[in-house]
């Protein structure tokens, strides 16, 4: 399942040489606005409010990295502008500061390719010494100069704890992130990780490097083609360019419209005129999209006059040809069930009742989404429907389910495997299977591969709130899961899944896309995590995205560290494309989260 608006990114992949000037005339910005907090209990979203204030309660360590905050900003306004003021400098810094050099002396290129661009980066930290406040200036002036004219300069302390000295005193490990521009017009970005002692009393005792990178472009590797695709497009202009904010204030809450956006873009030829078309669910209560491609490099919505303009949630679909007529059919997962539309090979689309894909809604569960396969090998393509929570009702404001325990959740809603019978209809088959096994794990993805190069296809289910699942193709419709005797359980948030062979020795390797959360890796190393045990498993579930390499075996290797893959911020969803044509395959990380202009949200 994909989150969140992929509409730029898939513009960009059908017509890369398509580029927009201008912004639609007449359109305006909108945006969520956040309550002002009344004061003294007053106002009826402070009890939120305090609930996120770290100085009520009992992490000192969260109360320390809020206040550090303060001066890690005046340090990012003085890599913007490349011009430190040297006596304010002096106040932040402690007694006897000492510093490694934040810039390194020389580079290692650790890679290239297409349109000349290079990536630099550089492990040692040098040696430490003492440092004045001019030293430290004139390492940031370095540093700024390496991105250019500095855009953006951006810190997140991703990890935490107390040091000797008080409450108020942290040794913390930092990701700063700088981009910016050449006098030539290049783009440039450097990524280092700053190891820094701070005393809220005293300032900084030291600031020293772990790592670096910098990467320079001499142009953009994408143009966002949007407008040029879909700007001549009514229902485009009207409603899907104004944004999830503008809609919620004007559509009643009853449809069910989330904050979420947009949840799920399928791509397929449903014409058959040979070029690629989409579909893309609104939020509850408009219209789903269906965009076919004219072959010039436009598209125009033509849901209406297919029968898909469904209004109800949905969140996950697929184009696929499910009654081998050589045309592809469409599924749809709402939140009540999977709705299933035939094809009828002239571009219109009519519903299919009884299938025997009701059975989810039957269960009350939530659907997300859906994966095909030929599990049994017969010759047509069998469908996993993948569900979340037990249906709470349109426009309900509770959670039907919470998770628990958070870290190894199994009381979310089934899951369904339906084997296809033929004609359309499916007949639900999971606990005869063995995929009834681990079945209760707040889904949020899955992708079918036969990762044993033994002939039939295994399939991977990543779960929001603990483990995910791998089901091993026993052959003769049967499946077990294997996930942790591979030790590819992967305990975290599991958004999503995909796979790609990654290291070309032809074995399938598998990414899972997770969270990388600084603030969960910052508590989940205190001390007040009394359990060993618990400790890792928190930080393991904040650490990010996981990639596990095929070793051909049977087993795998996790490689998400080494590979520097495991970063991918709040991630939703995966794909490798091979950007270059060099025959590697790179990756592309969809990520993001609900924001505004407040540093203080999420």
């Known amino acids: 399942m994909i989150r969140f608006n992929l509409l730029s990114a898939l513009f960009i992949f059908l017509h890369p040489a398509l580029s927009c000037q201008e912004p639609p005339p007449g359109d305006e910005v909108y945006r969520l606005d956040v309550p002002a907090r009344a004061g003294g209990g007053e106002g009826p979203l402070d009890w939120v409010f305090e609930k996120v204030d770290s100085a009520r309660d009992d992490w000192s360590v969260e109360r320390a990295s809020d206040q550090l905050k303060v001066p890690l900003d005046k340090l990012s306004a003085w890599l913007v502008t490349g011009k430190p003021d040297i006596e304010e400098l002096e106040k932040l810094l402690a007694g006897g500061f000492r510093s490694a050099g934040l810039v390194p002396k020389t580079w290692k290129e650790t890679a290239g390719g297409a349109g000349d661009w290079r990536s630099w980066r550089s492990s040692s930290a040098g040696k430490p010494e003492s440092s004045t406040p001019r030293g430290l200036g004139r390492q ?31 040794l913390a490990d930092s990701l700063l992130e700088l981009d910016g521009t050449g006098k030539d017009g290049s783009f440039l970005q450097v990524r280092t990780v700053w190891t820094m002692e701070w005393s809220h009393g005293q300032g900084f005792r030291s ?18 083609a ?12 009207a409603q899907l360019s104004r944004g999830v904010g503008y809609w919620r204030t004007r559509i009643d809450a009853s449809s069910g419209m989330d904050v979420y956006g947009h949840q799920g873009v399928s791509v397929g030829d449903y014409d058959g005129d040979g070029w690629l078309d989409f579909y ?18 436009r598209f125009a919505d033509v849901a209406e006059a297919a029968g898909v303009d469904i209004l109800d949630v949905t969140s996950g679909t697929l184009f696929v040809d499910l009654d081998n007529d050589g045309d592809s059919d469409l599924v ?11 094809n009828d090979g002239k571009g219109r689309f009519s519903r299919v009742e009884s299938s025997g894909l009701e059975v989810a809604s039957r269960e009350s569960a939530s659907t997300l989404g859906c ?31 919470y998770p628990y325990p958070y870290h190894d959740a199994n009381n979310g809603a089934p899951n369904f495997l ?31 591969c036969d990762y044993d190069a033994d002939g039939d296809p295994d399939l991977y289910v990543a779960n929001d709130f603990g483990r995910n699942n791998l089901y091993r193709n026993e052959g003769g419709g049967r499946f077990k899961d294997v996930a942790e005797e591979l030790g590819v359980d992967d305990v975290g948030n599991g958004m999503s899944v995909t796979w790609e062979d990654v290291d070309n020795d032809g074995l399938m390797d598998l990414y899972v896309g997770n969270m990388w959360s600084s603030a969960g890796g910052r508590i989940a190393g205190q001390p007040r995590f009394e359990q060993e045990r618990l400790r890792e498993i928190y930080r393991r579930m904040s650490r990010g995205n996981s990639l596990f390499r095929n070793l051909g075996d049977g087993r795998f290797e996790d490689v998400s560290l080494r590979s520097g893959t495991f970063f991918g911020r709040w991630s939703w969803s995966g794909q490798f494309l091979d950007v270059e044509g060099d025959g590697l395959e790179d990756l592309y ?14």
């Open 418 to 448: 339906f084997r296809n019978e033929g004609k359309l209809r499916f007949r639900e088959v999971t606990g005869p299977s063995g995929m009834g096994v681990n079945n209760r794990r707040f889904s949020l993805g899955a992708s079918w």
């Open 371 to 401: 994966a095909a396969a030929d599990v049994d090998l017969d010759g047509d393509l069998d469908l996993y429907v993948f569900s979340y929570v037990f249906w709470a009702g349109a426009g309900s404001k509770l959670q039907s389910t």
């Open 140 to 170: 940031l002036v370095e540093l700024s100069a390496l991105c250019g004219k500095v855009s953006k300069a951006s810190f997140k302390v991703f990890r935490a704890r107390e040091a000797p000295g008080g409450k108020d005193a942290l």
């Open 280 to 297: 893309v669910p609104q939020p509850a209560g408009l219209p789903n999209r269906l965009y076919r491609n004219l072959g010039n490099g």
């Open 207 to 224: 600031i020293n490097r772990i790592d670096i990178e910098r990467v320079r472009s001499p142009t953009r590797a994408f143009t966002d």
């Open 589 to 602: 990380v969809v990520n993001g989260f609900i924001s505004n202009a407040n540093k203080d949200d999420l």
């Open 226 to 237: 949007t407008l040029d695709c879909l700007g001549a497009d009514p229902a485009f202009r």
């Open 332 to 342: 749809a997962v709402t939140s009540t069930e999977a709705l299933l539309f035939e």
